[in-house]
Structures are given as C-alpha cells and as structure tokens.
C-alpha cells in the first residue's frame, strides 16, 4: 500500500514537473509598418530603453504562509518587459530587506531616478499578502498602496509628468473588516491537482488552500523641484493601475507556475503586444482569469482602473529608435515629400522666416494631425512686416525662456509626441523657436492681428508664473494690459 502511494506521487511530480516547466517568454516584434499607422494617437514608445521598470516581490512575510511559486512571477516578468525594452530593476526579499521601510525607502529612490526624464514609461510591479488598499511588508506591516501612487503623481514625480506610469498589483484585496470574500461563480467537475494558493491575510487559516489548479485546457502554460506649478494637468494622470482580483475578493496562485494574474499579463502581452492596445489586453487578461477555476469552483476576476489620456497605447516591441528618422518603409518613401526632416532644422527655420505656411506640414515634425495646412497668399504686402514682427517676439522670448521651454510647450497645447520630437533637436535655443514657431502657425494664431498675439503669450507666460517676462514682452511689444 505504502509503495503504491508512493508510486502515485512520484507519477503526480512527473506530471507537474512535465506540465508545468518554467517556460522562456518570447515578445513577438511589432512591424515598423504598424508604428506608422499609429503613431499619432499615441504615447510615443521608441526609445531604447523605453523606461525603468520595478519588480518587488515579498515571497515569505511574518506570521502568513510563504507564497510559494511567486518567484516565478518574478522571472517571467523580467523576461517580457526586458524584451519590451525597460531597464528591469528586480528587489525579492531573498536578496533585500523588504521591511516597510526600506519597502518605502525603495519605491522613493525609483520614483527620484535621473533616468526618469529621458524615458517615455514606467512600469511597476508589486507582489505580496495584501487586504484592500494595502500590500503587506515582510514583518508583517502595511503599506497604503494610495501612499505609493501618490509618490508618482505628476507634482512629486515630475521627471514622468505626462508619461503613462503602469502599476501591476499582485495580492489579494480582503476587506480589512469582514475578512476575504470568495467568489462562487459556477462549480465545475475537476481531476485531482496540486492546490492552488492564495495572496490573502487569510491564507494560513482559510480553506483556500485546499483548493486544486484548474484545468490545463483552461489557462495554458506559458508559450527641476519646482516643476509642477508649470505643469497644467492633473496631478494623478496617465496612471494604469492593474489589480488581479476585485476589492474584497482573493487572488490564487498556481503550482509551479506562479500567480493567475501575473501569468496572465505575461501570456498576453507577449504574445499580442506586438499589435494590440494595453486595455485590450487587458481586456483580454481579464477574460483569461475570468475562465480560471478552482476544484471547489472559486472564481477570480481581474481589474484595471485607467487615468491614460492617449487614445491608444502601444509597447511597439522591437523597435529601438525612432523609426520616423530612419525612414526605411515603403510607407514612408511614398509620403517622404509630404514631411520635414527633423534634421533639417536649417530649411526649417527658413521656412519660417519666409512665412511659407502653405509648404509646411508638420506631421513628422509634430506627429499631431490635428494641425493641418494654412494657405497664405504669398503676395500679401504685409508679409515682410509679419515676418519682422515674428522674428522680434521669437528673438525676445528665446533668449529668456530656454529653461522652460517644455512647461511653456505644454501651456501651448502641444503635446507629448510633439515636445519629444521637438526635443531631439540639440540647441535649446532652438527648440523654443520651434515651440513658438509651432504655435504662431495655428489657423487661430495666424488670423489674429499683433495685439491679440502679444496678449495670448502673455497669458501662457502668466500661466507659467513667468510674470516677469510676462511683464517685460508687454512693455516691449504692447502697451495694453493684462488680467
């Protein structure tokens, strides 16, 4: 009897260890052509890298049961976002203390990285026990996870102001009061499996531990300090916030493999990034937990919360520069006539000074379709007075507001793509003629007369607090006051 039992489970390891072995993430890559389709309705995502990356994984936390299996979250997550081009910064309390301090003392010297200002994301994943509202620390604590989105909104993190910041929450979310909830949904017929676990401050003393992996068939195995007064957007903004199961309910882990929810960001992403947007993904995540089931028949069902303000968000896998600069596709050969080379910043700026608005287009410069082309008679008298009297203001503000281009860029309605095409030129002095250039060619600009001009960038200076300046184009250019 003794000897069969242990056949059994030799058989029941083999099957585990045949089934379930650790897979390699492979990102399938995004095709340049697809970049130029979408580009212009969202976040710009071709640097390399695209961004850092935070993976914080508590595996054993005093007085709970240890989450066996989240390493290898860990692992799979550093593999599809290495792939998708972030620099992965991994803290497990393996290697670190992961005490809430030191917890906290982490995610600070994140959110303080130089490297923040030159990236285009930011991607956070954390992983422990947790109730609604908090992740548990390794002695036990709580840390407010609201404390941790506020460290990255856009006044204390202005490095990422503008910048879509992802967090991926791994843990349950019981309510501190009544305890974790579980969710019934429809019972199912099962095999005998290993038990699935889960990420709760319940776990040691709940039946949740009884229950089994589901199905194979169900869920395959994988294949400056004071910026922020210039800034005029919310202060929580182009935030995504991802939560494995809904408040008040239990997250499950699976044997060998790791947690439903992580598993599942990895499947997807790696396997669709490379063509999908990151709520239908997500969207996509949320069906893959909604079919996971346990022996008992308890249910998961994931979640997102998006302050995004892009239509579309793309990880472009693949692409390590600016494919608009190398213009290699035939798509782009076809339309090569309609755009200004970006390095061409000469015939650019001569272009300016010509006042030949009905040559320029600036889709490549701007990636902005909303800015279209104005026709100018070119044999208006008034053009060389026009010209003198553009050349006076954009001489004026470019040598005092070189330090604020981009807070004044943004207080012009410029966007993210626009700034980020804009700041690639290498003379900053140029860069603030290429945001007032930009702004002095709107239809609403180009048919107001001098005056009305001269008050419209007063108030965007006033805006920025740069009352100063404010002061002095008014004296300069306009006698007229005001408010």
């Not at 069969?4 to 340049?32: H, T």
């Not at 109730?131 to 506020?150: A, C, H, Q, R, S």
């Not at 070119?378 to 040598?399: C, G, K, M, P």
Request: glycine letters at 4%.
């Amino acid at each position: 009897m003794q000897d069969n039992l242990q056949a059994l489970n030799d058989n029941f390891g083999q099957f585990l260890s045949k089934e379930y072995s650790q897979p390699k993430v492979v990102v399938e890559p995004c095709q340049v052509d697809f970049f130029y389709e979408k580009f212009k309705q969202c976040y710009p995502m071709y640097k390399n890298p695209r961004g850092q990356c935070l993976i914080i994984n508590i595996y054993q936390i005093a007085g709970m049961p240890p989450r066996r299996w989240s390493d290898r979250d860990t692992d799979a997550l550093k593999q599809l976002f290495e792939q998708l081009l972030f620099n992965v910064h991994v803290y497990t309390d393996s290697t670190h203390d992961l005490t809430s301090k030191n917890f906290k003392d982490i995610v600070k010297n994140f959110v303080e990285m130089n490297e923040h200002e030159e990236a285009q994301c930011s991607v956070i994943c954390l992983m422990s026990h947790g109730e609604e509202g908090y992740l548990t620390t390794k002695e036990g604590n709580k840390v407010l996870l609201d404390d941790i989105f506020t460290m990255f909104n856009n006044l204390n993190c202005p490095n990422l102001a503008g910048k879509p910041k992802l967090f991926f929450i791994q843990s349950c979310r019981d309510d501190p009061v009544s305890g974790p909830a579980e969710d019934l949904g429809i019972r199912l017929s099962f095999c005998l499996k290993e038990a699935d676990e889960a990420d709760g401050s319940e776990a040691a003393q709940s039946d949740n531990n009884n229950h089994f992996r589901p199905p194979v068939q169900s869920f395959p195995a994988l294949t400056s300090s004071n910026s922020q007064v210039f800034y005029h957007i919310p202060s929580l903004c182009d935030m995504l916030i991802g939560y494995p199961t809904q408040k008040g309910f239990i997250a499950y882990r699976k044997p060998e493999i790791g947690s439903w929810y992580m598993n599942a960001i990895v499947q997807i992403f790696s396997k669709y990034a490379h063509n999908t947007d990151l709520c239908a993904m997500l969207n996509m995540v949320n069906s893959l937990i909604s079919n996971e089931v346990t022996n008992t028949g308890k249910k998961q069902m994931s979640e997102y919360t998006s302050k995004l303000t892009k239509p579309y968000f793309y990880f472009f896998p693949g692409l390590a520069s600016d494919p608009l600069e190398e213009c290699k596709s035939e798509m782009w050969q076809s339309k090569k006539q309609k755009f200004d080379s970006l390095n061409s910043i000469d015939n650019l700026m001569n272009k300016r000074k010509k006042l030949a608005f009905e040559n320029f287009n600036s889709e490549y410069l701007l990636c902005d379709s909303s800015m279209g082309r104005h026709e100018v008679d070119q044999h208006d008298s008034n053009n060389e007075n026009s010209v003198a009297y553009f050349d006076q203001i954009v001489e004026f503000l470019s040598t005092r507001t070189v330090s604020y281009w981009k807070h004044i860029a943004r207080e012009m309605d410029l966007n993210e793509n626009q700034i980020s095409a804009i700041d690639q030129t290498c003379n900053i002095a140029v860069k603030v003629k290429l945001v007032l250039d930009t702004w002095f060619r709107r239809r609403e600009n180009i048919n107001s007369n001098k005056d009305d001009n001269i008050l419209k960038l007063a108030k965007i200076l006033q805006n920025c607090k740069l009352n100063k300046i404010k002061n002095e184009l008014i004296e300069n250019f306009n006698r007229s006051d005001i408010t």
